[in-house]
Every structure is written in C-alpha cells, then in structure tokens.
C-alpha cells in the first residue's frame, strides 16, 4: 500500500524534526559491505539475486530511482543494482560492483556531494554518479562519508559541530573532501563520527557534548580527527552515544545515557569515558537512543528506549530497558531513528519500531512494537576481517599440530599476475607455494576470475563465490614477513559455490594460507612456473593446467 504525502503529512514531518525526534544519524561501519540499511523513516535491503528493495517515506526521493512522491509502505524493487547501500536522514548512496558511488535525495548541505545544493530530483536525476574506486560509504544527517578502495577517507555535506574531521566547524562542504588516509572503518553520527585506522586505532572528530567522544576534550567541536585509543575492532556512532567493540570482543560505550542506551547503568546525559558493557559480541548498532548488539552465538541484544518498540522486545515501553536478549538466530542488525532492521542467518529480514512512513515495511503505518518478517532471501553481509587475523576462518577451524620439522619459508621468487608484479605475503612450504585467498580475491577482482571471500556462520566455514566482485574487509596484502615460521595444517572447511570443497591450507601466526595451485584449480586460471626468470606466472586469461 502507497501512502501519498499530503500537506498535513509534510507538517508533522516539520514538527518532528523541530522536537528532535526525527533527527538522523549513520549506524553503518563500512569496513564491509551494507547489503541493508535503515535510514530516517527509509530502509533498503539488497537480496541474493543483486536486486534492490526500498521501502519508507519517497518526499527527497531519497529512495533512489522509486520517483514517486509517496509514503512505500511494503518493499518495492528499485530498478538499479548495486553490491551496498547506505542511508541518511533523507538520502542515500549506493556503490556499484565497479567501485562508482552513486547518489541520490535531498542537497540542502550538499550531501549528494556534487559541487551544489540543488536536490537530484530537481535537476530530474533519480541518482547522481559522485565518485570512482569507493570500497565504502557512510551517510548522516547533512553528511556522507566515503573510503576509497586504498583506504582513503572522504567526506563531504554539513560540517557542523565539526563532524566531517575537515578543520572546519560550520558551512558547507558540497564536494568530498580528503580528511584521513589508512581508514577501514567509518560511522557517522547525528554530530559526531567515528573512524577506525587499518592498525585498529580509533580516531575521533565533531561534537563531545555528551561525551560521545570517549574522552574529555578542551572544547565541545572538534574539528580535526583526534586519537581515542587502541585495540578496537568494531564501531558504531549514534545520536549522541557511541559504541566500540574491542580486538577482544567486548562492548563498550561512551556519550549520552540517560534513556540506558550505554546498557552498563549509567543513565547521565554525559559520559566522557568508554566503560564495559559485555563481552562475546560481534557487532553492534546504535539508534537514536538506543542500541542493538549481535553476540558471536548469533543472539540479538537489545537495551535503550522503547517507545516504539525498536528494541524488539514484542511491546514498548517508555521505561529505560537494560540489556537482554531477544532473538536468535541473528547475522546482522542495523539502526536508525527509532527503527530497527535484523537479519536472520537463514536470509530473512524483520522490522520494528517507529513506523509512520511505513519504514518498517509491513505494509501499514502502525508501529511494529514485534519484530515483523518483511524479505525473504536478503545477502548476508560479508564479515568484517578479524582485526590481526584477516584471513582466519573462525573459531571452530583450529589448527593441528605441526608435522616434524614442516618449515614455511616466505616466497622470494617474482609474481606476475598477468604480466604485472605483484608482492604478495606469501609462502612456500615443501616446495608449493601458499597464498591467503583474500589477497588474491583482491588482486583479481578487475579480472574474468574475480572471487567473493565471505564467512558462512551457519557452516562455519569460508564461502567463495566466483564471478562475484570481491568485497575488500582490510588487511588485504599486508604483514608481509622475512621469517620462517613453523605452519601449522589447518582444518578449515571451504565452500565453492555451495559446494565443499577441499583446499590444502596451512595456519600461520592465525592467518590462513592456502595453495596456490589449488586455488588455480578451483576457480581455473592458469598457475605456471617460469624457471629462467625464477617467477610465478598468474594469468586469469588461461585456463589452469596441471
């Protein structure tokens, strides 16, 4: 059912934004791919098949390619495709499977970051190319953040408060802006943002009024990105409160509390410290004031607000909520305004919480206080890289002891990955050679022999999917060593395609490292040894040989 937005609709809309209620920030951490994501009162998920499907409120036409000005109540498909998606107050930005970031909605700060601050819609575009090479985007209020496939941080749009990290703390900036290098990981919030390096250090820039910021600081705008600390694995930057998972899989959290959004007890309006709320969790979301955390056994958590029913809990409450369970079954959550999307393991998405622009997607208007099933056969995310072991399979695939004397002595011979040189961190072990398969996804994503390199949960095994782009997670071709180290046989099981298959691998210092001709096999490209150069020849154009 479609709802058009008449002129009594518009004006509730004004006075939300003016009570705060509507005020929208960036949960997303984009050091993977978002293959669904909430926004303020829009949500979009990209199924299995690559198709796109948005539902919420259409006014900015903010979701993209849908053209009509109404209220979507149920998902309806939007005709572009793209590998992820996020979502801001009121608009939206997709990358393509080539890299291009493309983006669409409302241009009042120049979010859209095409150079003005004219709308797409009103220069008749459903959707605006703005950039090549993005791995990444984050979108908030006013904001859009950008990392570039070389780890470069952009951004662009209000820069209020300081939050864009550009120096400035007022105006606009309606093209992007370079702000940091070495970035795998972005979040953006209602006036701050969080952004972690590819060494795990956690950076911080805009409003500390809250604490929201983790530490105290000499005044509340903080223009430039300043050092938090280290060891973090994970984050997310909400209304005013922010949550960080550690290398070790605990929660913490830091900024506004005072609705028991940090979950540890604290219920001040300002915390300028990140304490310890639970261990084992492998991702968290933060909505305006409240938060979602996933556990590694795949159970949802929820604590915060309930006013709307956003904590999945099955009724609201306006009572400060601490933290407990309410699902199983749970790859991913994603949080916004006072809406809430889950996905569950088995590729089904449910909605809850705030639902007046029928964001939740159950095709009505009343606010789903019950998580309500909306899509069936929604991609799951691929997960992020362990922060030190980025190719390491989990822990149920732990290494075997070393067989007597197996030494793995790093390759000193050339690579040429068709006719170019590439430094690969790579081995050789009793005279084959041993490649981790996310640097070579990576090397070979622009080539016919592209691979997805994802972890399946429920398998607890490695997924590769090929001719499928690559989805870069950080700490692809690094740590290469001069050592030689002691490999230990690894007993990771390994899915091609939906199918086990069986690939010599060898643990080293956590990282998985696999044979290369076994891997030539599996997706056939040619794997050849030039003895007169002393070069490992790749050539993805050939078909693998023995």
């Known amino acids: ?58 006014l900015y036409v903010q979701l993209g390619g849908v053209e009509e000005n109404v209220s979507i109540e149920s998902p309806v498909q939007n005709p572009n495709e793209y590998i992820s998606i996020s979502l801001g107050e009121n608009h939206g930005a997709g990358i393509k499977a080539n890299g291009e970031l493309w983006m669409w909605g409302s241009n009042t700060d120049g979010q859209i970051g095409n150079g003005r601050t004219k709308a797409t819609y009103e220069g008749g575009e459903a959707a605006q190319k703005i950039m090549d090479n993005a791995a990444a985007a984050s979108l908030s209020y006013g904001s859009s953040f950008a990392i570039t496939k070389d780890n470069v941080l952009y951004a662009w749009g209000s820069q209020a ?94 900024g506004q509390g005072s609705e028991g959004q940090l979950g540890d007890g604290r219920d001040k309006s300002s915390n300028y410290s990140f304490e310890k709320v639970m261990d084992n969790v492998k991702s968290v979301a933060t909505g305006f004031d409240y938060t979602m955390v996933v556990k590694n056994d795949a159970t949802l958590w929820s604590f915060g607000q309930n006013g709307f029913g956003q904590l999945a809990r099955g009724q609201r409450s306006y009572e400060i909520c601490p933290p407990t369970q309410v699902m199983e079954g749970v790859a991913a959550v994603s949080a916004y305004n006072r809406h809430t999307l889950i996905l569950k393991t088995n590729g089904e998405l449910f909605g809850c919480g705030s639902n007046f622009y029928g964001e939740v997607g159950q095709g009505n208007s009343y606010d789903a206080h019950a998580p309500v099933k909306v899509l069936d056969n929604v991609k799951i995310p691929p997960e992020p890289a362990k922060p030190s072991t ?151 154009s050939k078909p693998y040989s023995d």
């Open 390 to 540: 980025p190719d390491e399979p989990g822990e149920s695939a732990k290494p075997e002891e070393p067989p007597s004397g197996l030494k793995a002595t790093p390759t000193a011979s050339t690579v040429l990955v068709n006719g170019e040189p590439v430094a690969f961190d790579a081995y050789n072990i009793n005279d084959n050679n041993y490649f981790k398969l996310r640097d070579l996804a990576y090397i070979l994503n622009d080539t016919e022999k592209c691979f997805e390199v994802e972890w399946d949960g429920e398998k607890e095994a490695i997924s590769l999917t090929s001719g499928q782009a690559y989805t870069k997670v950080g700490g692809e071709m690094e740590g290469k060593s001069s050592d030689v180290k002691t490999p230990l046989p690894s007993n990771a099981k390994v899915y091609l395609n939906g199918d086990e298959v069986a690939l010599t691998a060898y643990n080293i210092d956590g990282n998985n490292y696999f044979k290369l001709r076994d891997i030539g096999a599996a997706f056939d490209f040619g794997v050849d040894w030039d003895d007169a150069a002393k070069t490992i020849v790749i050539d993805t």
């Open 161 to 254: 408060f300081g939050k864009l990290g550009n120096g400035a703390e007022q105006g606009k900036a309606t093209s992007p802006v370079k702000v940091m290098e070495n970035v795998k990981s972005v979040s953006a919030g209602r006036m701050h943002t969080l952004i972690l390096t590819l060494d795990n250090k956690l950076y911080a820039c805009g409003s500390n009024m809250s604490g929201e910021l983790g530490i105290k600081t000499d005044r509340n705008e903080n223009t430039t990105p300043i050092f938090i600390m280290d060891g973090v694995a994970f984050i997310s930057a909400g209304m005013a409160h922010s949550a960080i998972i550690k290398t070790d899989g605990t929660l913490w959290t830091s």
């Open 1 to 58: 059912m479609r709802r058009l937005l008449a002129a009594g609709l518009v004006i509730c809309m004004v006075l939300a934004f003016q009570s705060g209620w509507a005020f929208g920030y960036g949960d997303n951490s984009v050091e993977r791919s978002n293959t669904f994501a909430t926004g303020g009162s829009i949500s979009a998920a990209i199924k299995n098949d690559g198709s796109l499907w948005v539902w919420g409120t259409n």
